[in-house]
Every structure is written in structure tokens, then in C-alpha cells.
């Protein structure tokens, strides 16, 4: 897995990341939580581990913008804070799973195994995707939006297949380009664009950069 450590304790942050890294992970850490948000707008992860005090931006505000994005990322926050009114608000916000410091590094694993699991991480739903009322079956490449069937040329799969599973981050323009040209590209977004907005789904442009999904103002996963 490629997993986004966050965490302002250097000792920490080390042995958490030589261990996950011993297993076979992709570790990339930070130390901020201003950072940390940037990244995950601009890289895909497949877990993210979020200290709840950091400098910058806190880890529950981390966790509120994550959900706040629609990504469905999976999240265990981290911190010292034992109150149950902590956890509470933690798990309220949208983590996953919440880790009392100290702990053993096999717990942390273990609960990211049961985290994956909850979420239905691999099997036959690794051919699904979605955003929202959007969803994807890239083994039947079938597409719906709000539960109708969205028709799709070969070239516009492509395209939306990238920008949900980027699940609300940046894709660079050279990526959903492939073999086309750029001015291709724009006619590919122009024409997506209408037909996702009638269901709250926007493809937003990152002037310099590429393109990423967003909902909406008011309304999350189809509903107002």
C-alpha cells in the first residue's frame, strides 16, 4: 500500500515508518498537517495515519477536509488523548479507527487489516469506483450516475475512470492525455461536464496542473 504517515514525532514517525516499510508498504511522511492536506489533494494513498496534534493544521481538521473532499480514503487517527469525548469526536468527523499512544506496532497493523476489511478493500470490489452518485464497474465498464446508466465513448471511460479513483485529487493533465493532444482533452471535459453536473458532480480545473472531481456546493453523495 502507498500509506501517508503524519506524525511531528521524529521518534515515532521513524519506527512507524521503518516497519511499514519492512513489510513491503510505501511510506511517505509528514510532519504537518497544512502539508499533509496539500498532498492528499495533489497524490493518491491508499491509508493515511494522521497524528490528532499537529503543527500547521490538526489532525482532526486533516480528517474533516478529507471527508469534506468526498475521498474515501481509509483513516486511523493517532493521539495521546484518552477521553471518550475525543474519541467520539474523531470517529464523528470520519476516521476510521482511532490509536491510543502508546501502542505496540502490530496493533497498528492489525487494525489497518480490520479497517480494509470494513471497507471491502480487495476482492471483486477493486473493479468498483465511485464519487458520490457516481459509480464505476471496470470489469462490466459500466457507468451510473444517481443510479441511471451513463453512456461512455471508449476515450470519456478513460478520462472519469482516472478522476474517480484519484477520489477528489489532482490528475495531471499529461496522464489523462495519453496519446491525444491537450486541445482533445478539453473536448473530452467539456462534454463530460454538463452530464455530471445535473447530479452534483463537477470536474474542476487546476489552471497549470490538470483536473479533479468535486462536489457541488451542498450536496454529497447525490443528496442535497
Same mark, same amino acid.
Given at each position: ?8 514525532? /521524529?521518534?515515532?514517525?521513524? +519506527? ?5 516499510? +519492512? ?5 511517505? &511522511?509528514?510532519?504537518?498537517?497544512? #502539508? ?18 499537529? /503543527? ?5 481538521? %486533516? ?13 486511523? &487517527? ?14 464523528? &468527523?470520519?476516521?476510521?479507527?482511532? &490509536? ?15 479497517? #480494509? ?15 458520490? /452518485? ?19 465513448? +471508449?476515450?470519456?471511460?478513460?478520462? @472519469? ?6 477520489? +477528489?485529487?489532482? %490528475? ?21 461536464? /454538463?452530464? @455530471? ?28
Amino acid at each position: 500500500m502507498h500509506i501517508l504517515l503524519v506524525e511531528d514525532d /521524529p521518534v515515532l514517525a521513524a +519506527g512507524i515508518t521503518e516497519f511499514l516499510r +519492512g513489510q513491503g508498504d510505501d511510506v511517505t &511522511l509528514e510532519n504537518d498537517g497544512m #502539508q499533509a492536506d496539500r498532498l492528499l489533494q495533489e497524490r493518491s494513498f491508499d491509508f493515511a495515519l494522521v497524528d490528532v496534534g499537529l /503543527p500547521g493544521l490538526g489532525g482532526y481538521e %486533516v480528517v474533516r477536509r478529507i471527508r469534506d473532499r468526498g475521498q474515501a480514503l481509509p483513516v486511523i &487517527l493517532i493521539t495521546a488523548r484518552d477521553a471518550l469525548d475525543d474519541r467520539i469526536y474523531g470517529l464523528d &468527523l470520519g476516521a476510521d479507527d482511532y &490509536l491510543l499512544k502508546p501502542f505496540e506496532l502490530a496493533e497498528l497493523t492489525a487494525r489497518m487489516r480490520a479497517v #480494509q476489511r470494513r471497507s471491502g478493500g480487495g476482492g471483486a470490489s477493486a473493479s468498483r469506483s465511485s464519487f458520490g /452518485p457516481l459509480a464505476l464497474d471496470a470489469e462490466g465498464r459500466l457507468a451510473t450516475l444517481a443510479g441511471e446508466p451513463l453512456m461512455l465513448t +471508449g476515450r470519456e471511460w478513460e478520462l @472519469l475512470e482516472a478522476l474517480v479513483r484519484a477520489d +477528489g485529487r489532482t %490528475v495531471a493533465r499529461e496522464r489523462l492525455q495519453g496519446e491525444g493532444s491537450g486541445n482533445a482533452l478539453e473536448v473530452y471535459v467539456s462534454r463530460l461536464r /454538463p452530464r @455530471l453536473e445535473s447530479a452534483g458532480v463537477l470536474i474542476r480545473t487546476v489552471r497549470g496542473f490538470g483536473y479533479r472531481l468535486e462536489h457541488a456546493r451542498g450536496q454529497r453523495d447525490g443528496t442535497a
